[in-house]
T-cell receptor, first 111, second 113 residues
Framework: TQLLEQSPQFLSIQEGENLTVYCNSS?????LQWYRQEPGEGPVLLVT?????EVKKLKRLTFQFGDARKDSSLHITAAQPGDTGLYLC???????????FGRGTSLIVHP | EAGVVQSPRYKIIEKKQPVAFWCNPI?????LYWYLQNLGQGPELLIR????????DSQLPKDRFSAERLKGVDSTLKIQPAELGDSAVYLC???????????FGEGSRLTVL
């Protein structure tokens, strides 16, 4: 079983602040996905990273895949209340192509 | 294009009662997943279908849970009898030809009293 550890578990910040959430594992992944889930909704894919060291930017969100493809980070610049939600990382690899999810980071951005 | 549709959105039942959830995936998506999500946690896979074949059901508690995907399109997940610990959100997702982006439905929230 590939275990994905996400940190922090909870984050409560003010609008305009920057933040970083982490996704770590002892396993190597062929790809790693980040999803955002809003209350009462299903997760929605934000990005997929596949190459070690890869950096992808999506407006104010920056995603990085570790060189060894075991970890990833999500950095949000100048957070807005609309960024509020549960951020989930999901790894694919180890002989299985079923995404395995971490427990998520619950983010609240206060106006 | 319509997304993944699930019903019911909410269900409240007493323990030992049966319950069923229905999922209609995105048209053309061969792979269908049922996930269980407890409050404040990530989704956990229950079962995966490739067309009408269940190819990964190792995490499905088969003593009380069952699923089917007739004709490789819609799917139903059933719990009989339900227990208090089954209270959770049941998410259905689909994808085109295996890995890649999962498209999730809004989920079915089950409360067992």
């Amino acid at each position: 079983t590939q275990l994905l550890e996400q940190s922090p578990q909870f984050l409560s910040i003010q609008e305009g602040e920057n933040l970083t959430v982490y996704c770590n594992s002892s396993s190597v992944f062929s790809s790693l996905q980040w999803y955002r889930q809003e209350p009462g909704e299903g997760p929605v894919l934000l990005v997929t990273v596949v190459t070690g060291g890869e950096v992808k930017k999506l407006k104010r969100l920056t995603f990085q895949f570790g060189d060894a493809r075991k970890d990833s980070s999500l950095h949000i610049t100048a957070a807005q209340p609309g960024d509020t939600g549960l951020y989930l990382c999901a790894g694919v690899g180890g002989g299985s192509y079923i995404p395995t999810f971490g427990r998520g980071t619950s983010l609240i951005v206060h106006p | 294009e319509a997304g993944v549709v699930q019903s019911p959105r909410y269900k409240i039942i007493e323990k030992k009662q049966p319950v069923a959830f229905w999922c209609n995936p995105i048209s053309g998506h061969n792979t269908l997943y049922w996930y269980l999500q407890n409050l404040g946690q990530g989704p956990e896979l229950l079962i995966r279908y490739e067309n009408e074949e269940a190819v990964d059901d190792s995490q499905l508690p088969k003593d009380r849970f069952s699923a089917e995907r007739l004709k490789g399109v819609d799917s139903t997940l059933k719990i009989q009898p339900a227990e208090l610990g089954d209270s959770a959100v049941y998410l259905c997702a689909s994808s085109f030809l295996g890995p890649g982006e999962l498209f999730f439905g809004e989920g079915s929230r089950l409360t067992v009293l």
